[in-house]
Every structure is written in structure tokens, then in C-alpha cells.
């Protein structure tokens, strides 16, 4: 990562927790709920979330939902967020391999990405049967990196009711990790949804996060050319392009269903204020 992008993504975190603690409460306690829960996969993201989460309110449930393609190193190291928060009587662990092989068989599909996504929206699904019968928010877990490159599962780990780390590119929630007192481990373990076997993204997109975010930063901040992106980063122009067009490529992503305008004040408009409609 250029020194230059380092300074400028380097923030003074402990004004970021505070923030985002405070955040979280008021965010529960407006939408008239209870507490929170939360996926902790054992990665950067979901270990810094948690730990965030703990802070904020002592009303906080847990579900670990590890599958057959689960490391057992990911499910140790949730194991010692568990402990960080004082969770060992707050967490579910669930195994979801029984119900991933009865969805796969009714599609009739061996397809490890078909699978995969299906894993993400089983954890979904959990997550707000979980929240319903406790009158707790779903706390999400997906970092700006992320986000912006679509590299989620739509109404998977997408499906959240708030992501409180949504704003912090994968290197600055790992700068989180560290002062919060994240295990070195976790901070330095290479991101990965564990959606199957020996799936890693940094693997799956081509490039080290620290150079995506780079990129990212560079482009959609600073709007600066792709060749003076490439120039910056070290990384061919090819490479520049890809990231920025899985932005381009993954917006529906980001934004509710698209509603076809019939009339001039369609539910995706903005109904707080009088306007012309072309």
C-alpha cells in the first residue's frame, strides 16, 4: 500500500469506536429493540463487529453456523472472541450442513457457488429467526471493501438491519482489530466467507486488500485516472480496471429492488418532501 494511502486511512480509532458504540445504542433503541444479534464467523470483520456490538449493549446474542467447508482454525478463533466479550453464555452454535443438503437436493445442484450462497442466506434466515423471537436487531458485518466490490451474498450476509463497520475499508478495520485487541491471528488471517474449501478473496479477486483498497480509495475518493491508479499502486492497469469495474458491476447489490415508476410519487422516491417529477 503507498504511504501516502496508508496516512490518509489511518484514523485516530479510538474516536472511531466511541463513535460507532454510541451509534450502535442509539440505533437499537430507536428501532425499539431490545439488543443485537450477530454472525461471528471468527474473521477480522465479525470478531471487530462483536467486540463493538459487546460494548454498546449487554443485551448481545452470538450464533456461530459453521458448515463441512468451515475451517476448524475459524471456529477456535470465534471461540476466543467469545471469550474477549464475556459471550460463554450468550452464543448458539449450529451446525447447518443438514440443512444446506436438503436445499442442494431440492435444487438438484452440486455447484459450489450455488451452495455457497445458500449457505450465506441459511446464516441469514437463522440470524432473523433468532432476532424475531428475542426483539433484537441483526447486526451486520461487512466492511467498505466489501461492500463496494459486491463481494457479498445478496440477501445473504447482505441481509442486515445495520453495518456498523460499513464505512471502514478491510486494512482500517484490521487497524481496528489491533486497538481493540484483536488476536494477531485474527487480524492477519486472509479474509475468507469459507463458503467452500480452501476459498480465500483475496484468492477469488486477484489482488491483496491492501492494494484493492488502495485502488478503491484512489478512485471513488481522490477520482483519480485508472493509469494514475496503476502508476501509484504498482499494479498493471488490467488489474485497476477489474476492481473498478466489480464497483460498477455490483450496484444493484447495494441499492433496494428497482420499482418500475408508474406514478409520481413511487415507494422508492422521496416522500418527505413536495417535488417535480420529470
Given at each position: 500500500m503507498p504511504e501516502y494511502v496508508r496516512k490518509k486511512l489511518t484514523l485516530d480509532f479510538g474516536q472511531v469506536t466511541d463513535y460507532i458504540v454510541r451509534r450502535i445504542r442509539e440505533y437499537i433503541e430507536e428501532s425499539k429493540k431490545e439488543g443485537g444479534i450477530i454472525g461471528l464467523s471468527g474473521g477480522i470483520d465479525s470478531s471487530v463487529t462483536t467486540i463493538l456490538l459487546s460494548?454498546?449493549?449487554?443485551?448481545f446474542y452470538?450464533?456461530?453456523?459453521?458448515?463441512?467447508?468451515?475451517?476448524?482454525?475459524d471456529i477456535e478463533d470465534a471461540m476466543k472472541i467469545i471469550k474477549i466479550v464475556n459471550g460463554e453464555n450468550k452464543y448458539?452454535?449450529?451446525n447447518i450442513d443438514e440443512?444446506?443438503?436438503?436445499?442442494?437436493?431440492i435444487v438438484n445442484t452440486s455447484d459450489k457457488i450455488?451452495?455457497?450462497?445458500?449457505?450465506?442466506?441459511v446464516r441469514m434466515t437463522l440470524l432473523y429467526a433468532f432476532a424475531q423471537k428475542m426483539n433484537y436487531l441483526v447486526i451486520g458485518t461487512g466492511d467498505k471493501s466489501e461492500i463496494m466490490l459486491?463481494?457479498?451474498?445478496?440477501?445473504?450476509?447482505?441481509?442486515?438491519?445495520?453495518?456498523?463497520?460499513?464505512?471502514?475499508y478491510k486494512t482500517q478495520v484490521r487497524m481496528?482489530?489491533?486497538?481493540?485487541?484483536v488476536p494477531e491471528e485474527i487480524v492477519k488471517k486472509p479474509p475468507s466467507p469459507a463458503l467452500w474449501e480452501g476459498q480465500t478473496a483475496e484468492g477469488e479477486i486477484g489482488l491483496d486488500y491492501e492494494t484493492i483498497d488502495s485502488i478503491l480509495y484512489l478512485k471513488f475518493e481522490e477520482m483519480r485516472e485508472p493509469e494514475e491508479i496503476a502508476e501509484m499502486t504498482k499494479t498493471s492497469y488490467d488489474k485497476v480496471i477489474k476492481i473498478i469495474n466489480m464497483v460498477k458491476t455490483s450496484q444493484h447489490k447495494r441499492l433496494p429492488p428497482e420499482i418500475f415508476r408508474l406514478s409520481g410519487r413511487a415507494i422508492n422516491s422521496d416522500w418527505r418532501y413536495p417535488r417535480q417529477w420529470g
Open positions: 460494548r454498546a449493549t449487554n443485551n452470538i450464533l456461530l453456523m459453521p458448515t463441512s467447508s468451515t475451517p476448524q482454525k448458539s452454535y449450529i440443512i444446506i443438503n436438503e436445499f442442494s437436493s450455488v451452495i455457497g450462497n445458500i449457505k450465506a442466506r459486491g463481494y457479498f451474498t445478496k440477501y445473504g450476509d447482505g441481509g442486515v438491519d445495520v453495518l456498523p463497520i460499513g464505512d471502514l481496528l482489530g489491533n486497538y481493540l485487541g
